[in-house]
């Protein structure tokens, strides 16, 4: 995707979503309308920059990882003005790496070292095959979970219970460590990118800290930021 594709597609989007505002909101003033405008106009070129600068960097470091070919990511924006500001990484059906973006999220970027970092994160669990390793750790959790349910003598309905339940668990048991290891990875893309990536983590300062709960989906933040520090380390 080009600066130019990305800015358009941004601009117009967060135009589309600055329209759907509360009750009442038809009535801003010029001076009003004129700065959303701005601000829209804004969040569109900084996601053009950034995708412009963090694409090359992630799929050479991709194609250095990784030994097949699935390494041509998109960048695509969920225009759905209503959903919260999130970011993940997908795969289209070539299984090549697709990175979503919310409006939401966009808008919420203070500066390009913050979009920069989130979009090398989401990169990461790619290069580092974490859709892939997720689904063998569900898989496996629930193949032991169904076994011990079936020695047990468990109804037909208890194992499939019980598989659903080792699934769950397979899945979230290393979570948390792929969100950290992608912090890593993230870390260096970023920074080979020309961003400040310890001002890019700055960003979980603005989030609700997940501390340390069983089976979590995300590490604390104090536990990010210290990776980010040892990625920067690492040179």
């Known amino acids: 995707m080009t ?17 759907a505002l509360p009750t009442g909101a038809n009535r801003l003033s010029p001076e009003e309308s004129a700065e959303l ?5 804004r ?20 194609r250095e990882r990784r030994e097949d070919d699935r390494c041509a990511f998109r960048i695509a924006i969920d225009s759905r003005g209503r959903m919260p500001a999130n970011a993940f990484q997908t795969l289209d059906t070539d299984g090549q790496p ?6 939401a999220l966009i808008a919420d970027m203070q500066n390009p070292d913050e979009l920069a970092f989130v979009m090398s994160h989401e990169a990461s669990h790619h290069i580092l095959d974490h859709l892939k390793r997720q689904r ?22 208890a194992v499939r219970r019980a598989s659903e339940m080792g699934a769950a ?3 979230r048991s290393y979570s948390r460590q792929f969100e950290l290891d992608a912090d890593y990875l993230g870390t260096q893309i970023a920074r080979a ?17 997940p501390g340390d709960k069983f089976l ?13 520090r040892r990625a920067l380390a690492a040179r």
Not at 37 to 41: G, I, L, V
């Open 3 to 19: 600066a130019l594709r990305s800015f358009l597609a941004v601009l117009m989007l967060l135009g589309l979503g600055a329209c």
């Open 37 to 41: 405008r701005q601000k829209a106009d």
């Open 43 to 62: 969040a569109a070129r900084q996601f053009a920059e950034v995708v412009e600068t963090v694409e090359p960097v992630a799929e050479r470091m991709c």
């Open 98 to 103: 697709v990175l979503i973006f919310t409006l």
């Open 136 to 157: 063998d750790y569900a898989a496996q959790g629930a193949q032991v979970y169904a076994d011990a349910a079936l020695r047990a003598g468990a109804s037909k309905a």
């Open 169 to 171: 668990y397979g899945a």
């Open 193 to 209: 990118a020309g961003y400040d990536p310890l001002r890019g983590a700055l960003y979980f300062d603005r989030l609700p800290d």
């Open 216 to 228: 979590g989906s995300h590490p604390p933040n104090a536990e990010r930021m210290a990776t980010v």
